[in-house]
T-cell receptor, first 114, second 115 residues
Framework: ETGVTQSPTHLIKTRGQQVTLRCSSQ?????VSWYQQALGQGPQFIFQ???????GRGNFPPRFSGLQFPNYSSELNVNALELDDSALYLC?????????????FGPGTRLTVT | AQSVSQHNHHVILSEAASLELGCNYS??????LFWYVQYPGQHLQLLLK??????LVKGIKGFEAEFIKSKFSFNLRKPSVQWSDTAEYFC?????????????FGTGTQLKVEL
């Protein structure tokens, strides 16, 4: 059974640029959640996708957007990058969107914005 | 909106010492509670969870946590820590009404166990 994978591992971008991060969910999981973990902080919920539809969003601006594909993999897109977007971006997958389903986390993508 | 507080940001213990990490949440309704651990260089993984029933839950590697509803607390404990427990520990909640499967995390506690 393959766990949650994310790519790339590390990324350096310049302020104002756009970035796309990718996540492959664990086999059998149809729900993907994205979190931002700034240095010294806990992960913060960005949004969740369930069966290709956005299914909940945290307190992040519209320049954070996402997609989920028919195979349930997902992308996180961030436009007009700001210095404060520098963080570890975590993807988590689960069997469904119910609160009772455990979320399994990937290793994360470290984004640095200069 | 719910929030989670972890009051101990850095904890240093000697091997065999007992551990208790505090976690308090603010939400008046029904919640699921979790402790996650992140070992150096590894991804976030679940230590234990509480959904309902016995408020004392046991997780992996000898960890346990007690849910005290009246105190809105879910403290993590281990009777005797090992060097390999050095890691960052996160408490998290999700709410059962309208919250879907969104986790709200605390800021984490960095635990260092010295030999």
């Amino acid at each position: 059974e393959t766990g949650v994978t994310q790519s790339p591992t590390h990324l350096i971008k310049t302020r104002g640029q756009q970035v796309t991060l990718r996540c492959s969910s664990q086999s059998g999981h149809n729900t993907v959640s994205w979190y931002q973990q700034a240095l010294g902080q806990g992960p913060q919920f960005i949004f969740q996708y369930y069966r290709e539809e956005e299914n909940g969003r945290g307190n992040f601006p519209p320049r954070f957007s996402g997609l989920q594909f028919p195979n349930y993999s997902s992308e996180l897109n961030v436009n007009a990058l700001e210095l404060d977007d520098s963080a570890l971006y975590l993807c988590a997958s689960s069997l469904g969107d119910r609160a009772s389903y455990e979320q399994y986390f990937g290793p994360g993508t470290r984004l640095t914005v200069t | 909106a719910q929030s989670v507080s972890q009051h101990n940001h850095h904890v240093i213990l000697s091997e065999a010492a007992s551990l208790e990490l505090g976690c308090n949440y603010s939400y008046g309704g029904t919640v699921n509670l979790f402790w996650y651990v992140q070992y150096p260089g590894q991804h976030l993984q679940l230590l234990l969870k509480y959904f309902s029933g016995d408020p004392l839950v046991k997780g992996i590697k000898g960890f346990e946590a007690e849910f005290i509803k009246s105190k809105f607390s879910f403290n993590l404990r281990k009777p005797s820590v090992q060097w390999s427990d050095t890691a960052e520990y996160f408490c998290a909640v999700n709410v059962l009404t309208g919250g879907g499967n969104k986790l709200t995390f605390g800021t984490g506690t960095q635990l260092k166990v010295e030999l």
